[in-house]
């Protein structure tokens, strides 16, 4: 306890990205001299508004020792009309993916607003050009949400590649009356051919987890060949090369004017029929009227989805009719670990910011 009251807000959040930390048990924050000092040197509270109805309570007590916080009472996602209410005169705004933070929003909250911190390591729903202009800051989560999104694309490659949703049906719906030798049978890793788009932190994370099932050969495309892919045994590609070479198509790339819809017809046309496109990055990246007709034409073998658009995606959206597409509700970083450090990141993002004190993680 000694050592956790002597700790600096720098040495709290380094603490945060080791593996051994993994839940909020393991930090005791509330009794933090540290943090009882940092909130005493703050000359008043400001005002925050939580686009959330919900954090972890040991993470709101430091939250509420520093600032006011006001919290979205309502079930669901903040309506738009409340959110452009609610943020107006606050010093600061703790939002999620689904909030879009644009010259509107900015304008509605007026020069009080200091600094924004998003519970994503994605900010495309941010504009950023605009937060520069009215010198606000904003805060991300990078880091913390890795391996637990590495875990779920993996997981989404295999559901697909042994046709894991159609077999579970047929059990539940009593079409697994027999054995036989020839039925849902799926695809294998061993001996195969991974490309991924954009070598980032995720994007090797899931190539570590891939390794030991066999893959022949790693391939990769992006902005500029990767220093690590000597050491990760990955080769550097052209996107079109990727398409026409990978079995297995990961989808780790970031959403910018480059990449956006940039899985289109024209580039499933150039992938192997039996490949398979796994997407845990962002849903406007995949045409997904060009992924239907991948899907049901032979052009690829299957998907695996936790991004869309829109989201969420309507139930009878017609990927949802397709047996060979597996689809997830955005749940790449939903493990109690990931969120609650992401939680205690945008937090600290938004303290740090409001005392003056370096940002943990910040954007702009």
């Excluded at 709101?60 to 005169?89: D, I, T």
């Excluded at 909250?109 to 911190?117: C, F, N, R, T």
């Amino acid at each position: 306890m000694q050592a956790m009251q002597s700790l600096k807000l720098k040495h709290l959040v380094a603490l945060l990205h080791r593996t051994r930390v993994n839940t909020l048990s393991d930090l005791p924050i509330r009794n933090s001299v540290c943090f009882m000092r940092f909130a005493r040197k703050m000359s008043s509270k400001p005002t925050v508004f939580v686009t959330l109805n919900y954090i972890p309570e040991k993470i709101h007590c430091v939250f509420s020792e520093s600032c006011e916080v006001e919290y979205y009472s309502g079930p669901g996602n903040c309506p738009r009309e409340l959110l452009l209410e609610k943020v107006r005169g606050k010093s600061a705004l703790y939002c999620i993916v689904s909030d879009t933070i644009d010259a509107e929003l900015l304008n509605a909250a007026g020069p009080s607003l200091k600094v924004i911190s998003t519970m994503s390591v994605g900010h495309d729903h941010i504009d950023l050009n605009e937060c520069r202009k009215r010198n606000v800051a904003v805060g991300y989560t990078p880091g913390v949400l890795t391996d637990a999104t590495a875990d779920l694309t993996v997981t989404l490659l295999l559901a697909a590649m042994r046709r894991l949703t159609e077999a579970t049906k047929e059990v539940t719906e009593g079409g697994w009356s027999f054995w036989r030798p020839f039925w849902l049978n799926g695809l294998e890793l061993t001996d195969s051919t991974v490309g991924i788009v954009g070598l980032g932190r995720i994007g090797q994370a899931v190539l570590s987890r891939l390794k030991p099932f066999g893959v022949k050969r790693f391939v990769y495309c992006g902005n500029r060949r990767k220093e690590e892919d000597v050491s990760l045994n990955a080769t550097f590609v052209t996107f079109d090369e990727l398409l026409k070479e990978s079995d297995f198509v990961v989808v780790c790339c970031s959403l910018n004017e480059k990449t956006k819809m940039m899985f289109d017809a024209e580039a499933f046309g150039k992938m192997k029929p039996n490949a398979i496109i796994v997407n845990t990055s962002r849903g406007l990246i995949v045409d997904q009227d060009a992924l239907y007709h991948a899907l049901t034409t032979g052009q690829i073998w299957a998907a695996g989805i936790d991004v869309t658009h829109p989201e969420p995606l309507p139930p009878d959206h017609k990927l949802t009719t397709l047996a060979n597409c597996v689809i997830s509700p955005h749940i790449g970083s939903s493990t109690t670990k990931a969120r609650e450090k992401m939680a205690l990141i945008t937090v600290l993002n938004i303290i740090a910011n409001l005392k003056g004190e370096t940002m943990p993680e910040r954007l702009v």
